[in-house]
């Protein structure tokens, strides 16, 4: 070819692949702040469009046990603590909760209970990421089901550890530092913790694990469940954290081109592990967040220190969002079969890479099933939450449902 001929061709070839740059969509930053000051919650105007509230009535019996464990929360005098929020008071978070309820538990059919939310409830979507509603991310995490043992032997080497006694946290819980005998400093870095070992030989195990990376993925999950060596089961749920940033040892694989995004889920964390055991260490470190934990009896409990719930608990920003709130997700398109993510969830948990307005967590269940399920969920969509109406009062076009006795105390 001439060489007036090539250059006319790369010229070409090089508009078609810029045209193409320009015409690609980017992925939104879901992790952005917002801005100081600016809201997490935009309240819907009147002619804006509304999710379809009766698609998730079948599901009211789960919908009504994760209603109740927020309405137990906030009959906790420390719950006041946490309102008002977002213009939310404590008053109107707990009438708004047990008029739902009451909805979900004596509304005849689907219709009437839609009928009676559009009537009865303000509904507001997250600010997201662009701080304009733009849109949430939702991921999932569960309580894994992990083998490991009570002593340590040749095979279980990697502890998951009490909180230490030299942890610091304030009344909410969060995590001032390390008490020395110079003062409150920053508590110890991942790296620092399990490469100088200093939490060995402390009394602080709970059990033993097979491989530093199931230790991991107890850590990043906040729970587990580990199998004994009889069989047995033994329960392990979140009792605190260092207080050290969360960095996502997924995305730093893909980063490094140690994984593509498609393969970027647990099992492919696995296996990348697998054939490279002495870089997985040099990985987890990335991540300066160390959890410990605690014995519990059954589920494991969210940051409002009630049981969570499969697909009916949600993982937020507290410093953000109104904790034990309805919220609604509304996904744009699905990879359960194809089907979109439309129900009512319970704002329950606290998320430990969850610090901005455009992502959530929802806790999708206990063991391999569930962990499949959790690596999977990455889906895009919108976050609502509902509150009753500042007049408390149904409108006219509402249905006739009886009030709650209880409502408003």
């Known amino acids: 070819m001439p060489q007036t001929a090539q250059r006319v061709a790369l010229s070409l070839l090089l508009v078609v692949l810029l045209a193409a740059c320009e015409s690609a969509p980017l992925r939104p930053e879901y992790g952005r702040p917002l801005p100081p000051g600016a809201p997490a919650l935009l309240k819907l105007g009147p002619d804006e469009p509304r999710p379809d ?20 929360w906030m009959g906790k005098p420390s719950s006041r603590t946490h309102f008002p929020i977002e213009g939310v008071t404590h008053e109107r978070a707990l009438a708004s909760l047990l008029r739902f309820r009451e909805l979900v538990t004596t509304a005849a059919d689907a219709g009437q209970f839609a009928a009676a939310i559009e009537a009865e409830f303000d509904v507001y979507k997250s600010a997201g990421w662009d701080g304009r509603g733009g849109g949430v991310l939702f991921t999932g995490y569960c309580t894994p089901i992990l083998d490991g043992a009570l002593q340590p032997d040749a095979e279980h080497r990697y502890a998951l550890y ?6 610091v946290k304030d009344a909410q819980g969060n995590t001032l530092g390390q008490q020395t005998a110079g003062g409150l400093r920053p508590y110890p870095a991942r790296a620092e913790i399990d490469r100088q070992e200093l939490l060995t030989g402390k009394g602080l195990e709970l059990a033993w694990l097979r491989s530093p990376l199931d230790a991991f993925v107890a850590h990043v999950n906040g729970s587990a469940v580990i199998r004994l060596p009889d069989g047995s089961l033994h329960r392990l749920g979140y009792a605190a954290q260092n207080g050290r940033p969360y960095t ?3 995305n730093a694989l893909v980063a490094d081109g140690q994984l593509s995004a498609e393969r970027a889920n647990l099992q492919g964390l696995r296996d990348w592990a697998s054939r490279n055991p002495g870089r997985v260490q040099d990985y987890l470190d990335r991540n300066e967040r160390y959890v410990f934990f605690l014995p519990i009896e059954g589920n494991p409990r969210g940051s409002l220190n009630v049981e969570v719930m499969a697909e009916r608990s949600l993982a937020t920003d507290k410093s953000l969002f109104p904790r034990g709130a309805v919220t609604f997700i509304e996904t744009h398109s699905g990879q359960r079969g194809g089907r979109r993510f439309r129900q009512f969830l319970l704002d329950q948990d606290t998320g430990g890479a969850i610090r901005t307005a455009g992502r959530a967590d929802i806790y999708v269940g206990v063991g391999p099933a569930a962990e499949r399920l959790a690596g999977a969920t990455e889906e895009e969509g919108q976050l609502y939450y509902l509150f009753l109406r500042e007049s408390d009062r149904p409108t006219a076009k509402g249905p006739s449902i009886p009030s709650d006795p209880l409502r408003g105390a």
């Open 53 to 72: 509230w009766s698609v998730d009535f079948t599901r009211r019996a789960s919908l009504a046990t994760a209603t109740e464990r927020s309405i137990e």
């Open 162 to 167: 009490a909180q230490p006694p030299d942890l």
């Open 248 to 250: 996502s040892v997924r």
